[in-house]
């Protein structure tokens, strides 16, 4: 969950007075007890693994159970993570302990060293990199358990391919907004100046533009060689009409089976395929996989992201701030108890925004994300089908049609039978009684709460073969859906930017 894990880093290298909220720990005594916490949370970890390495070498037929266990606890265990690197910047007293710490001199006045924020999440770093040592043993009984005979890396080449996503991912947007703190302590007249202001405002869209370059040389992505596959998806780009700068290949060691499209425009859009997936798919489901990337370019999508973001963001900042003021400008009396109690804990109202927007984007970004992604999924049907609607196979002969405008019964098992094999291993079926399984039902939703549980997606895309219609009412409605968002958003910052102020607005972004 990297869009979340962003909000926590940042929620947590915002200015807020740590101290307040600890429990008065000295910070001798905060960085002994930061460190037990860290050490116990990573005991959990090496008792995952023991626990992986000891089934699988003692029964290699259990692998697909183990790994099923592995990765259920493993995401648990990151809630346990983030909980206690959160405890410890809070309760423990680490948070208070590196604001009172690390000071520099500047024009004659300790300040906050430069990017010292990042020094607030520092156990959650060390618990990460911590679980990335750990882990390896457990992942490499697995792979070498699933995929005999496979090299798979080097403890240290593990750490760097974890590294390397967490960057690009997770570690980019955090240093911009720590940077931007940093620049506000060191050289505030130009932090707040009108040219950065608008910068900023748009630099979540300009991360989105520069993302793919920074992707090649931060994964360490390579272009896929000239061969077969390589003539082969050339061909179907330009059947469906689709520009890219390269087909890349993201080595993984066969630890993932992934495609992905990054890039606005062509000249700076890549299309990335993981070496696994490379292999395992035939030429067929892999022509599908990338016909459900060039999808989501053909219907915009990565646009509408961008722009759904930037609305986003603004507007909950002209909410936050139109709020703000009707408490200032509030003369009952029991809105004047809660303002002056607000007085004492002012630096943490900047945490609540932080909150509203995970809550905001999971609902709301995960309702676009799921709509966009079924129609990739129609498009990546469509880009394998031929002409013949009740057509029962493919040869070498069948003829498709240019661009992605037809669709056969033979495109939609092959793009089902490509998200089965990239979704890995299933449940046998539910089990146990109606709650439990209802609850099973509810936390494979919120695993998959941006692109929906692959079996409801396999069973939409099946259910076309003798339902066409539903294609063409689902295409209506994700296209409602997303004017209705766009210009609901627009309409929200028109009214609440007037209401606000639209200089106050710009000086709060």
Not at 182 to 203: H, I, K, N, V, Y
């Amino acid at each position: 969950m990297p869009i979340f894990l962003v909000l926590a880093l940042v929620a947590a290298c915002l200015p807020v007075r740590w101290a307040e909220a600890s429990l008065g720990f000295e910070p001798p005594l905060a960085v002994a007890l930061t460190g037990g916490a860290v050490a116990l949370v990573l005991s959990f970890a090496l008792a995952l693994r023991r626990f992986v390495v000891r089934t699988v070498c003692a029964d290699p037929s259990r692998r697909f159970e183990v790994a099923r266990h592995y990765g259920t606890w493993r995401r648990r265990l990151f809630f346990v993570n983030l909980g206690t690197a959160a405890a410890c910047v809070t309760a423990l007293g680490w948070g208070a302990a590196v604001q009172s710490e690390v000071y520099v001199t500047a024009d004659g006045q300790l300040v906050l060293a430069p990017f010292a924020e990042l020094l607030v999440p520092l156990p959650y770093f060390a618990i990460l990199l911590g679980c990335w040592l750990i882990y390896f043993g457990a992942e490499r009984a697995l792979h070498a358990a699933q995929h005999p005979g496979r090299p798979f890396w080097s403890r240290g080449g593990y750490v760097l391919y974890n590294a390397r996503q967490f960057a690009l991912l997770v570690l980019l947007p955090v240093l911009l907004v720590t940077g931007q703190q940093t620049l506000g302590r060191f050289a505030p007249e130009a932090a707040q100046s009108d040219a950065f202001r608008a910068a900023m405002l748009c630099a979540g869209p300009l991360l989105v533009l520069v993302l793919p370059l920074l992707m090649k040389p931060v994964l360490g992505l390579k272009p896929l060689q000239p061969g077969p596959a390589r003539a082969r998806l050339e061909a179907l780009a330009r059947r469906l009409h689709f520009r890219c700068t390269d087909f890349l290949v993201w080595h993984t060691n066969g630890g993932a089976v992934n495609a992905l499209i990054a890039g606005l425009v062509p000249r700076a859009r890549y299309v990335v395929f993981t070496d696994r997936l490379l292999e395992e798919l035939p030429p067929d489901e892999l022509d599908a996989v990338l016909g459900h990337e060039i999808g989501h370019a053909k219907h915009m999508h990565i646009w509408l992201y961008a722009l759904f973001l930037l609305l986003s963001l603004s507007t909950i900042a002209a909410l936050v701030l139109f709020l703000g003021q009707r408490l200032d400008a509030a003369e009952a009396p029991e809105w004047v108890r809660v303002r002056d109690t607000l007085v004492g804990f002012e630096s943490w109202l900047v945490l609540p925004p932080v909150a509203l927007t995970g809550a905001y984007l999971f609902v709301v970004f995960g309702a676009l994300s799921r709509r966009c992604e079924r129609q990739a999924d129609v498009y990546g049907c469509k880009a394998v089908s031929c002409a013949n609607a009740r057509c029962t196979g493919h040869d070498a002969t069948t003829v498709f049609p240019d661009g992605a405008r037809c669709l056969c019964p033979t495109g939609v098992r092959t793009f089902a039978r490509a998200l089965d094999r990239v979704s890995g291993p299933q449940d046998a079926g539910p089990r146990g009684s109606a709650p439990g399984r209802a609850w099973r039902a509810f936390v494979e939703w919120v695993k998959h709460w941006s692109h929906g549980p692959i079996p409801k997606r396999i069973d939409y895309l099946m259910g076309l073969i003798d339902r066409p219609a539903d294609e063409r009412r689902f295409q209506r409605r994700a296209f409602a859906f997303k004017c209705a968002l766009v210009l609901g958003l627009l309409s929200a910052l028109v009214l609440l930017g007037t209401q606000v102020g639209w200089r106050t607005l710009l000086d709060a972004l």
